[in-house]
């Protein structure tokens, strides 16, 4: 005769396993699309990156100015505000080819407060360039966003 306290241990196992099973599969389902959907958006990040680097770096090393000179070039709101009016661009414009936000510029402008290092040799860069070169750069960046829209 069999023991009670195994049969009824073994029971117990049994229903155990049956219920994590059905607690577990759909898990593991949702598990695997996420994986799948993870697996898509690096490709598509993969294909962003290529197309990426060729207009940053192209911009980077056309932006190339003495660190030691624009350390001590001194910009005031008001300078700011006449490169933008000089190459007739928006504050957003502006932003996005230095890379900060549209609010750094416009706290810039304001006088509130000065750009740090990095911005001020962008800044650097871009007096030194002309306004076809300008919006040359200006309409890589554009492209950039546009095609990220494309991909689905």
Avoid: F
């Amino acid at each position: 005769m069999p023991d009670i306290k195994q049969v009824l241990s073994d029971e117990i196992r049994r229903l155990a396993r049956k219920e994590l099973k059905s607690v577990v599969l759909p898990l593991i389902k949702q598990l695997n699309d996420q994986k799948r959907q993870i697996s898509v958006l690096k490709k598509e990040i993969a294909v962003l990156e290529k197309r990426v680097p060729v207009t940053v770096e192209k911009s980077s090393h056309e932006m190339k100015v003495d660190a030691e000179k624009c350390k001590k070039l001194r910009l005031s709101s008001k300078g700011i505000v006449k490169l933008r009016n000089k190459y007739g661009i928006s504050q957003s414009e502006l932003a996005s080819l230095i890379g900060v936000s549209t609010h750094t510029v416009s706290m810039w402008e304001i006088g509130k407060v000065s750009p740090r290092l990095n911005a001020k040799t962008a800044i650097c860069a871009l007096r030194a360039i002309g306004k076809k070169e300008l919006k040359r750069r200006l309409a890589a960046l554009q492209e950039v966003p546009a095609e990220n829209g494309d991909i689905e």
